[in-house]
Every structure is written in structure tokens, then in C-alpha cells.
């Protein structure tokens, strides 16, 4: 009686995990469309790509600092290139930190027009 009920327990999980698993998948081909689809910058995609790849630690409202990161409304396009693709800062920008949390999220590239339209960034 126990046994089987333990067993019906262990298993369960494994649907949620599946679906992860295909939800990761279709996010991967998602961003490697994008890559070649181009097109002109959409601040309601770069919102969304904000949410999923930035927001945890720079927090919900780019304007104010988040748990770990500092704001970053405004962020020059230059910035966010060197930032999010090299973890470095172009010439003559005054990093907010001195610290480097931060590392490189290079699978952010495609987005990177779009996350400059949701900023504001010139
Ligand atoms: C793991 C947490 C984390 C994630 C995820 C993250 N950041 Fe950051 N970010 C930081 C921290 C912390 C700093 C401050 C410098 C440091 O310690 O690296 C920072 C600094 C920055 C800066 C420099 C701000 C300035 O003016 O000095 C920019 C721009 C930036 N992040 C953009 C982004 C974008 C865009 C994303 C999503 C694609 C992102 N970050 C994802 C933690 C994160």
C-alpha cells in the first residue's frame, strides 16, 4: 500500500519537468528566428525579453534599482552591446558599479534593438 503511493508521488513530477524541457526548446528556436528575421525595433518585445533574461536581478521596473542590479533605464544601445555581449563598458561611460556580477548573456544579441526601444535608450 505504502510503496504504491510513494511511487505515484516519484512520477508526478516528471510531466512539469517535460514541459520545461519542450518550453526551453521553443524558446531557443524562438531567439535563433529572431536572429534573422531582423526587423524594426519593438519595445514590447524588449519588454518581454527584459522580464525573461534581466528583470531578476535589475527588478521589474528598469527606472528603479532591482535586488542585484542597478536601473538601467536609458542605457545607451552602446552600453547594453558591451555590457550584455562582453561584460565591459564602452569609452566614457562611468560605470553605475564597480563590482562585476554581471557576466556576458550573449543569447540576449537579437534582442538587444528591442530591449534598447523598452529602455529608451539613444
Ligand atoms: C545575475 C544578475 C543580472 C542579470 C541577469 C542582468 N544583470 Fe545587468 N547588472 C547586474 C549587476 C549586479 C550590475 C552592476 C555591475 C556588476 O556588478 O556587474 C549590472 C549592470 C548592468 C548595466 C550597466 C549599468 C551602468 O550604467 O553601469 C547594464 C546596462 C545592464 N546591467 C543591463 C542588463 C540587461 C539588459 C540584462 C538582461 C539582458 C541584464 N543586465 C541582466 C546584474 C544582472
Do not use: W
Not at 508526478?12 to 531582423?38: D, E, H, Q
Amino acid at each position: 500500500m505504502k510503496r504504491q503511493s510513494s511511487r505515484v508521488e516519484a512520477g508526478a513530477p516528471l510531466a512539469p519537468a517535460a514541459g520545461a524541457l519542450v518550453f526551453a526548446v521553443g524558446l531557443l528556436a524562438a531567439s535563433a528566428c529572431g536572429k534573422t528575421a531582423g526587423g524594426p525595433p519593438d519595445a514590447a518585445r524588449g519588454r518581454a525579453a527584459y522580464m525573461s533574461n534581466c528583470a531578476a536581478c535589475h527588478g521589474p521596473d528598469p527606472a528603479k534599482d532591482g535586488a542585484i542590479g542597478p536601473a538601467i533605464q536609458g542605457a545607451s544601445q552602446a552600453l547594453l552591446e558591451a555590457r550584455v555581449l562582453r561584460a565591459t563598458y564602452p569609452p566614457g561611460i562611468t560605470p553605475k558599479r564597480t563590482t562585476h556580477t554581471m557576466v556576458a548573456l550573449p543569447h540576449v544579441a537579437a534582442e538587444l534593438p528591442h530591449l534598447g526601444a523598452y529602455l529608451g535608450s539613444k
